[in-house]
Structure formats: structure tokens, C-alpha cells
């Protein structure tokens, strides 16, 4: 078995899509823009060189690092070469300049494409009424008292010293 990258390109994508759907190319393009700009799919890029300042760079940057144009036209990239067709502004990288780059490619993730813009498995299978139904009701949390116990069972690994936090916290 070998190995298959998360990442692909914009064309690989398009692709995808196009086969798996009956979706246009103009439609196939617009919906892969509005899932980048949505942030619904993940993106990674390839820098060139800073687009004002005298900076050079192969680094690759997360999306969370990217400031992507929106809304995002399909004439805003170059689906052969996998890049935008413009500069992109990047967040204060050090030691890379902020502002806009070129960017020499733009990766998208192959598991977020299947999940938002292909169809379903379960959506296109016929329900059965044996499935078990899950509720709409939301589960409470309390990330902080979860953190909170986990930080006191790592500093006191045995025992809690305070034996009245035990009983109210079900250590």
C-alpha cells in the first residue's frame, strides 16, 4: 500500500468533484471557492517571494496563516499551476514580512473536499428504520473543570491531598 497525501492540487480537486457530481466546471469551481473562503476547506500554500518587500521563501503555511480574498472568484486562481492568479497576505510569520506574497502553490485537503463537496454515502443510501436515531440534544460540557482535573491528576499523579475536592469533582 502506498502512501497518499492529505493535500492535493486546485485541478486534482476540480476533478474529483466534477466526477463525482454533475456539476459544470463554472459550477465546480465556484462551490471549491466558497468552501476556501467559508474555511471549510483546509489549505495550505507554497510561498514565492514577498510582492513588496526583498523576501524570498519555500516555506509552506497553514490556511490559519493565510488571509484569504473573499469572496473568492474562480477567475481569482490559476487551476492548472494551483495558485492564485494575485498575491496573497500572509499574518506576521517571523521571520517572514507580513503582507502580500506570491505563492507557488495552493494545496487543499483531499479528506475536507470529500466531506463538503462530494456526495454522501449515507445521503445517497436508502434509510433504514432499524438506524439507530441520534438525538438533536446538545451535550453539555465544562472544558475548564475537565482541564481543571486533568492538571490536578498530572501534579498529583496517586492522590488528590484535599479529600472534600474528591467527592464533589468524582476524581
Not at 68 to 76: K, Q, R
Not at 77 to 92: A, C, E, H, M, Y
Not at 108 to 119: A, F, N, T
Not at 137 to 144: E, H, L, S, W
Request: aromatic letters at 6%; one cysteine or more.
Amino acid at each position: 500500500m502506498t502512501y497518499t497525501s492529505k493535500w492535493e492540487s486546485l485541478s486534482d480537486a476540480l476533478d474529483r468533484v466534477m466526477q463525482s457530481t454533475d456539476l459544470s466546471r463554472e459550477q465546480a469551481e465556484t462551490d471549491i471557492c466558497r468552501a476556501i473562503s467559508d474555511r471549510a476547506i483546509g489549505i495550505q500554500a507554497k510561498l514565492v517571494r514577498h510582492a513588496i518587500r526583498f523576501q524570498t521563501s519555500h516555506l509552506v503555511v497553514g490556511g490559519s496563516n493565510l488571509h484569504i480574498p473573499t469572496p473568492l472568484e474562480p477567475h481569482d486562481l490559476d487551476w492548472q499551476q494551483s495558485r492564485p492568479t494575485n498575491p496573497w497576505f500572509i499574518r506576521d510569520l517571523p521571520p517572514l514580512h507580513s503582507g502580500p506574497w506570491h505563492l507557488e502553490l495552493l494545496e487543499l485537503s483531499r479528506p475536507d473536499v470529500i466531506r463538503e463537496l462530494l456526495p454522501s454515502q449515507q445521503a445517497l443510501a436508502p434509510t433504514s428504520s432499524k438506524a439507530p436515531v441520534e438525538s438533536n440534544r446538545k451535550k453539555r460540557t465544562a472544558p475548564k473543570l475537565d482541564a481543571a482535573k486533568a492538571a490536578l491528576r498530572e501534579l498529583f499523579p496517586r492522590a488528590f491531598p484535599l479529600k472534600m475536592f474528591c467527592s464533589t469533582t468524582n476524581w
